[in-house]
């Protein structure tokens, strides 16, 4: 039963470069979500996705991209990686959109830019 | 602004004492969840109260969702070691689909 999978566990960037954060679910949940959680400050919703093909900007969404082209598969790519990224991210699933569902989360991934 | 503060941010105890932190909002929300997150971990929702006045236990956890549904609380008796952990509150304010999360408290239960 591995959930919400998010891979690396790890990273630590130069400014400026770019990589992918991935996340993968098995339990066919049409919604998923990228989050950032800084100390003290919860979490800010990033990017979110209600289904394959279709994405769409939360709270923080600046210096993010995301694409959604298979049900299973919710990806995070930053571009030019800035200090202000530094943070853990983490992704969740949920089945339908109903707010009272609860999230699945993966976790995490811990990211340093230097 | 954060719409769901926290408080305490930080709470240590000892073993077998009991314990309530809070979440509040100067917002109606819908619904409040409530989470708790371990070290290198996830989030994992322990439970979700829609109801004003609604109360509901978990073992040696109540959490109450306010009248005015702008608060809601966690009480835990006779603390133990195993609910060390960050305890998130989440919830949509009226009219919006999206969680908004709040600040967190950060709990330690000391044997």
């Known amino acids: 039963n591995a959930g919400v999978t998010q891979t690396p566990k790890f990273r630590i960037l130069k400014i400026g470069q770019s990589m992918t954060l991935q996340c993968t679910q098995d339990?066919?949940?049409?919604?998923m979500y990228w989050y950032r959680q800084d100390p003290g400050m919860g979490l800010k919703l990033i990017y979110y996705?209600?289904?394959?093909?279709?994405?769409d900007k939360g709270e923080v969404p600046n210096g993010y991209n995301v694409s959604r082209s298979t049900t299973e598969d919710f990806p995070l790519r930053l571009e030019l990686a800035a200090p202000s990224q530094t943070s853990v991210y983490f992704c969740?699933?949920?089945?339908?959109?109903?707010?009272?569902?609860?999230?699945?989360f993966g976790d995490g991934t811990r990211l340093s830019i230097l | 602004t954060q719409l769901l503060e926290q408080s305490p941010q930080f709470l240590s105890i000892q073993e077998g004492e009991n314990l309530t932190v809070y979440c509040n909002s100067s917002?109606?929300?819908?619904?409040l969840q409530w989470y708790r997150q371990e070290p290198g971990e996830g989030p994992v929702l322990l439970v979700t109260?829609?109801?004003?006045?609604e109360v509901k236990k978990l073992k040696r956890l109540t959490f109450q969702f306010g009248d005015a549904r702008k608060d809601s609380s966690l009480h835990i008796t006779a603390a133990q070691p195993g609910d060390t952990g960050l305890y998130l509150c989440?919830?949509?304010?009226?009219?919006?689909?999206?969680?908004?999360f709040g600040t967190g408290t950060r709990l330690t239960i000391i044997p």
């Open positions: 339990m066919n949940h049409n919604y």
């Open positions: 989440a919830g949509p304010p009226f009219g919006n689909e999206k969680l908004t």
């Open positions: 109260v829609v109801t004003g006045g």
């Open positions: 969740a699933s949920t089945f339908t959109g109903m707010v009272n569902q609860p999230q699945h």
């Open positions: 917002s109606v929300f819908s619904s």
């Open positions: 996705s209600v289904g394959a093909g279709i994405t």
